[in-house]
């Protein structure tokens, strides 16, 4: 279907273009934005470029076609090219202006999310990545282990790699580190972290890395979107200018268009069905969701206690304001963690002091993930927890 229609642009664009040519815009636009000979093979264009061109070279032929032809055509003609010009000048200015003001509010860049993005990339431009797959951030343990050597191995998503925090030092294993490392000197901690890893992603890294690291401690630090397995779509709103063939180069390059486009997302509707009614709706209690979720876990529960009995999951709620809408999901979860013998340590009570003030809770402005001062909490938590599991592991020499 859409061949077809690229190749009718193709076909009927050029002719119309060139009996529009009562100006050089309406040949131009007609001609090299429908895909002539010189488009297509001196500057290559995919094939959604060629079609949204091809009908911008359609719309303004015909257009200055009917005002060549009909009464009155040509004035209407020339106060359009006049306030075309205006307007494209006007645009040309604000997105200066914009570029170069964005450029210095955000000299050092800023943390979004899971966008992606040229003050992202500006944010994490100075990131310290460890050996393992990810990439990932945080401590790392060289190999073979020696005698007498304590290790804990860390398994997580974005939070753990430390989405929004801009030094290593600052992440909750680099801290966790410190703080066990004062109980015990020869413990080690190795972080095997990625944004929007999956459960399996963590079966595979577990099996993968487990046998050279030999840990005596693994911990899994858990979120709700883990449950997802890969087949479910999250729900999500459609942009209409996302479709547009320059967007995925504006919005990688370009300050202001990756900021108006995450404002303008943030402000417009969203998707009717909200992510809580989604996970909600696909990963209660014996939905296939979560049977597939609970299978897979038991898979990775029983690699983990393949390299040692001592297992522990960090469970790090999904808050809103100061509630916990997805509670559900986590008394799900510690059930099941009951079930496959590991050991739990809920996060959500060690919150409270934070969840009523987004700017210590979030880690920028434009981020809800946890902020280093969150890392920091998570950090002494796990150590107490431990310590408290494992009192002679910790115990000094």
């Not at 297509?40 to 091809?54: M, T, V």
């Not at 006007?90 to 570029?99: D, H, K, L, P, Y």
């Not at 209660?284 to 297992?311: H, M």
């Amino acid at each position: 279907m859409k061949e077809s229609r690229t190749r009718q642009v193709l076909l009927w664009g050029v002719p119309i273009a060139l009996l529009a040519t009562d100006g050089l815009q309406a040949l131009l636009v007609g001609d090299l934005g429908n895909g002539s000979i010189f488009a297509r093979h001196i500057y290559p264009l995919e094939r959604a470029a060629l079609f949204q061109l091809g009908i911008l070279g359609l719309a303004w032929a015909a257009f200055a076609t009917i005002c060549r032809f009909g009464p009155g055509g040509r004035e209407v003609l020339a106060r359009v090219k006049s306030v075309t010009w205006r307007l494209a000048l006007s645009a040309a200015v604000f997105c200066v202006v914009g570029e170069v003001a964005l450029r210095l509010v955000f000299w050092n860049g800023m943390s979004f999310g899971r966008h992606g993005g040229p003050l992202v990339a500006r944010f994490e431009r100075d990131f310290r990545l460890n050996r393992f797959d990810g990439p990932s951030r945080g401590p790392d343990c060289s190999a073979p282990k020696a005698p007498g050597t304590l290790r804990v191995m860390v398994l997580g998503d974005s939070i753990t790699w430390g989405q929004g925090v801009r030094d290593e030092d600052d992440l909750y294993t680099s801290r966790l580190g410190l703080l066990l490392r004062k109980r015990k000197p020869q413990v080690e901690v190795a972080a095997l972290a990625r944004g929007g890893r999956e459960l399996i992603g963590h079966v595979e890294q577990t099996r993968k890395w487990g046998p050279e690291l030999q840990p005596d401690v693994i911990v899994y630090q858990w979120y709700v979107n883990d449950i997802e397995i890969g087949d479910e779509q999250r729900p999500a709103a459609d942009r209409i200018w996302r479709r547009l063939f320059v967007h995925p180069v504006l919005v990688r390059y370009s300050y202001l268009w990756f900021f108006l486009d995450y404002q303008a997302d943030l402000l417009l509707p969203q998707h009717p069905k909200t992510y809580r009614a989604f996970l909600l709706e696909n990963f209660g209690p014996g939905t296939p969701g979560w049977v597939r979720f609970e299978t897979l876990f038991r898979e990775w529960a029983a690699a983990a206690k393949a390299l040692t009995p001592r297992v522990l999951v960090v469970l790090f709620p999904h808050l809103e304001g100061s509630t916990h809408p997805l509670a559900t999901i986590h008394d799900q979860m510690r059930d099941l963690c009951r079930v496959t013998g590991v050991e739990v340590v809920d996060f959500v009570e060690s919150l409270e002091d934070f969840r009523n003030d987004p700017r210590t809770l979030h880690a920028t402005p434009y981020d809800a993930h946890p902020s280093a001062e969150v890392h920091a909490r998570l950090a002494e938590v796990l150590d107490k927890r431990l310590v408290e599991l494992w009192p002679r592991l910790f115990e000094p020499e």
